[in-house]
């Protein structure tokens, strides 16, 4: 691959960024809104932690079903540009919709049905990345284009709270609807190319889905990916709450302190894809024992802190060690994947994983209303706990180096003769 072919490449990858940005965005809005009284008396939910929590964890059960199940049609049938229309155009939709829900229970409806038309989003991105770079130069772009999810949950928490408590809480809604279909329809249209499955190389549904359950080491896979999502949406789905009630920041502070812990994530995720490049595929699990170790060990130092200060201090630090995994973990799927799978692989991952850490914001919910006046602290030592998980996985993953190279090389035989067809064919092919 020349020079001039990889910086073409990039378009596509910044624009992801900015796609998984706006999907971020979305995705806090609820975290904002549950700390809204206005918003939690029109649906019943006020006073209600349980209820507050499973309108993100119905989100992501409708995310991760949609993940799991229609990933390998896309993948077969659509594509990486052709999905992301159809994804980006269905959120957009549901989001302006979503404030004209009748009750809590057709919110919930809209929220499910959102989790599923942004459920393809990191298959189709980890799909490009792999048609567009070699698996030894695949750190960077899957570093860079998930930088959106840090800078779209730090740009997302104080915009929310801006437009929530300045107009109102349908405002949110509106505004993000016409933010996703403004800005990330456009970036699919100019940017976004993909080579399509030919006719003599696409394969049925039922086969891409076999072939990305035969990726090696899959279940240690999928245990890291739901104790790291688990982490995240728990985290987001009480940090304003937290920020507000127990450690009584105002509106506007509440706002910015809770951008700050997903900036130093964003810092962190290029760390993390700068050292993916540079470790061999056996190494590739430091990062999974280091980033829990940290994360987990700062969560518990929050959870003890007496100032507010030193727990908004030990939360950005947390989630620095906790970013530093995120690029690792679609690397990894790249690195293990059959050629030809590596979406529906990944939307396995990504599907399950989303699936089960959809449990964490109810079940810190109840932790809170259970935990009497310590409530926010059992909630978080749910949060330390996922990461004892990730521990355990990337240590078992470092002390088995013989199964991960076999794994990497097993994958980068094929995987890299097909991904070099793709090279070569994508600049002829760019309008696909």
């Not at 995240?232 to 789905?237: F, H, K, M, P």
């Not at 105002?250 to 997903?262: D, E, N």
Request: glycine share 12%; net charge positive.
């Amino acid at each position: 691959m020349t020079g001039a072919a990889a910086v073409r490449r990039w378009p596509g990858v910044l624009s992801l960024l900015v796609i998984v940005l706006i999907s971020y965005v979305d995705r806090v809005n609820v975290s904002v809104l549950v700390t809204d009284k206005a918003f939690t008396d029109h649906f019943g939910i006020t006073g209600d932690t349980v209820a507050q929590g499973a309108l993100t964890t119905l989100f992501l059960a409708g995310y991760g079903i949609a993940a799991f199940f229609l990933t390998p049609l896309y993948e077969t049938v659509l594509g990486v540009r052709r999905g992301l229309f159809v994804s980006v155009g269905l959120w957009a939709l549901l989001t302006v919709v979503s404030p004209y829900a009748s009750g809590a229970l057709v919110l919930v409806v809209c929220r499910a049905l959102l989790g599923a038309s942004e459920g393809p989003l990191f298959s189709l991105k980890t799909m490009y990345v792999r048609e567009h770079f070699p698996p030894e130069r695949a750190g960077k772009p899957n570093a860079v284009s998930s930088m959106g999810v840090s800078l779209g949950t730090a740009a997302g928490l104080p915009m929310v709270t801006y437009l929530v408590y300045r107009f109102d809480w349908h405002a949110s809604f509106l505004l993000l609807g016409l933010l996703n279909a403004a800005v990330g329809i456009p970036l699919v249209w100019l940017f976004i190319r993909g080579r399509g499955a030919r006719a003599g190389q696409r394969t049925s549904f039922r086969r891409t889905l076999g072939l990305a359950l035969r990726t090696p080491r899959l279940g240690v896979i999928l245990l890291i990916e739901v104790a790291t999502l688990a982490y995240l949406w728990g985290s987001t789905a009480w940090l304003p709450s937290y920020l507000l009630r127990e450690r009584h920041f105002s509106i506007a502070a509440m706002g910015a302190v809770s951008s700050l812990p997903f900036l130093m994530s964003l810092a962190s995720g290029f760390l993390g894809g700068w050292l993916l490049d540079r470790l061999p595929a056996r190494r590739l699990p430091v990062l999974f024992v280091a980033g829990s170790l940290g994360t987990a060990c700062c969560v518990v130092f929050v959870i003890g802190a007496d100032a507010a200060w030193a727990a908004a201090a030990g939360l950005i630090l947390a989630n620095g060690f906790w970013g530093l995994q995120g690029p690792a973990i679609p690397t990894l799927v790249q690195h293990s994947a059959p050629a030809g799978s590596v979406g529906s692989a990944y939307g396995t991952v990504n599907g399950v994983g989303n699936l089960v850490s959809a449990l964490m914001p109810t079940a810190m919910g109840w932790a809170i209303a259970a935990g009497g006046g310590n409530g926010f602290g059992a909630g978080f030592g749910l949060l330390a706990g996922t990461q004892l998980v990730t521990l355990a996985c990337g240590t078992w993953l470092l002390l088995r180096p013989a199964g991960a190279q076999v794994a990497a090389s097993s994958s980068s035989g094929p995987a890299s003769s097909d991904s070099t067809m793709e090279y070569s064919s994508l600049d002829s092919n760019r309008a696909s």
